[in-house]
């Protein structure tokens, strides 16, 4: 049994959780989420508690069974804490700004870079060299941070672009050059 899919998922004060038929709507303080899963998966509340259940050990529904649980879990989490992704712009005239909805990027190109936010994900830019990507959907946020990276990516010799403070760089060396003799 899916030691992760096992275990049942708490549902803390101030979260309402309706559950019809494989549709799970999580509503919280942070906003509403809502997410159809596979049929053969049982999910059932009982008291404070979300659980959830596979039918039999078909291999299907044991790698369905953990990802269930654990996409219940993160909506839950969602409204109630969010999720957040920090990003660091390095680099020589690298610059980023807000200006309304949008995100303005300086990123070392001949033009000025634009990002709109989804409907449901915030950006801060707490500094100019620094990007905060927040919201209720763990996926948005992976996917627009993603997106935002994805404009200029870090490159390994001067280790300049766009990278998540968590993540680490693998440097190369450079060119040595030839000696003349």
């Known amino acids: 049994m899916s030691r992760i899919g096992r275990k049942p998922i708490s549902i803390p004060a101030g979260v309402d959780v309706k559950i019809e038929g494989n549709v799970v709507t999580v509503k919280g303080p ?65 610059r980023v700004a807000m200006e309304g909805k949008k995100l303005v990027m300086n990123l070392g190109y001949s033009h000025q870079v634009f990002m709109e936010a989804p409907e449901g994900i915030t950006i801060e830019t707490p500094s100019a060299n620094k990007i905060v990507v927040s919201g209720a959907s763990k996926e ?3 996917q627009f941070a993603a997106e935002v990276r994805e404009k200029r990516p870090p490159e390994p010799y001067k280790g300049k672009g766009i990278k998540y403070t968590d993540e680490v760089i693998r440097r190369k060396e450079g060119k040595t050059g030839v000696k003349k003799k």
């Open 140 to 142: 948005q946020v992976g």
């Open 30 to 94: 942070k906003g509403t989420l809502t997410r159809a899963f596979h049929p053969n998966m049982n999910i059932a509340q009982e008291g404070a508690e979300i659980l959830v259940t596979r039918p039999n050990d078909a291999k299907e529904n044991r790698s369905l069974h953990g990802l269930t649980r654990t996409l219940i879990h993160n909506m839950v989490v969602g409204v109630t804490d969010g999720f957040k992704k920090e990003l660091d712009v390095n680099g020589v005239g690298y």
